[in-house]
């Protein structure tokens, strides 16, 4: 009797499942700290999509739980005004309280149309890294459209934030073209195109030099709080990153990344949830290395690259 014929195929053999396995590399992390943590602030507001900004449609996630078709929607493009016009000051005051210098992921029209949103941060020590030009998935996108993406974006914020973006992290979904483009483009430290390590990798420009994929992660963000995500008080958000910072400095050896959003966590309702994690980090004292982005894949390029 002939075998039936099995579904599907296998995964790219290229595909790593098996990571750094029971023997990862020990980082070395300054002062001897136990985890490098990063507070990664996303910088959307103007460049969500927006059928009144010329758009082909409205963002699908809208704030509100309404996703309005076939006609502008005010009350969306409101919502994300919160963070542009109130968030980011309430957010980069709750930093300032720690001395904690973040990494401001910043959409290129959005720092386009309010430059003080990349242009406050970086006047405060925070690095400006990119999050593509407008709010949306690389994912199908044309290849010439994307490498006109990245150049576009990198020149915008490197005209509002003073220095050229080294860091870059998709919405969500990347490209298969992606992550060769930001190594051809030859300006980019790392990216975030990832969420499957606690730890960063060094992969190999065409030049030979380091690149560094640094992960991210979507259960330590403020994301959860959109509405049925999970997130309701401050203290769901806190408890859930507090948690995974307490495991992690036990295990010691790893990465931590904490993703924010100005129209999100800068509500009065919730930027609490952000005060007790940066309290919480800083009782804990030298086992944290608060870093940007930057800084953690400079130090990761520096020992493995």
């Not at 150049?151 to 509002?160: D, F, I, N, P, R």
């Not at 992606?178 to 730890?199: A, V």
């Amino acid at each position: 009797m002939a075998e039936a014929r099995l579904p599907g195929g296998m995964p790219d053999p290229a595909r790593d499942l098996s990571g750094y396995g029971r023997t990862p590399p020990d980082p070395a992390w300054p002062g001897g700290a136990r985890v490098a943590v990063s507070f990664v602030v996303n910088v959307e507001e103007g460049a969500e999509l927006s059928l009144a900004s010329g758009d082909e449609r409205n963002e699908a996630i809208p704030e509100s739980g309404q996703l309005i078709e076939g006609a502008p929607d005010p009350c969306m493009e409101s919502h994300y005004a919160y963070g542009a016009r109130v968030g980011l000051w309430r957010v980069m005051d709750m930093l300032d309280a720690f001395g904690v210098k973040a990494t401001f992921s910043c959409c290129g029209r959005a720092v386009a149309h309010t430059p003080v949103l990349a242009a406050a941060p970086a006047a405060g020590g925070h690095e400006v890294s990119a999050h593509g030009w407008r709010w949306e998935m690389h994912a199908g996108m044309a290849e010439a459209t994307e490498r006109a993406v990245i150049a576009k974006t990198v020149a915008t914020l490197a005209e509002h934030a003073g220095a050229r973006p080294v860091g870059w992290h998709t919405k969500s979904a990347s490209s298969v073209h992606t992550r060769r483009l930001l190594m051809e483009n030859g300006g980019f430290l790392y990216d975030s195109d990832c969420y499957d390590d606690d730890l960063p990798r060094i992969l190999r420009r065409p030049d030979g030099r380091p690149h560094v994929v640094l992960p991210y992660a979507f259960d330590t963000n403020d994301m959860r709080f959109r509405p049925g995500a999970g997130f309701i008080h401050p203290e769901d958000f806190s408890r859930t990153c507090i948690a995974a910072f307490d495991r992690l400095v036990k295990e010691g050896g790893r990465m931590m990344s904490i993703g924010l959003h100005l129209r999100t966590i800068g509500r009065p309702s919730r930027i609490a949830g952000l005060e007790q994690v940066l309290e919480h980090v800083a009782r804990a004292g030298d086992v944290a290395w608060v870093a940007p982005r930057r800084d953690i894949a400079g130090h990761w390029a520096a020992r493995f690259g």
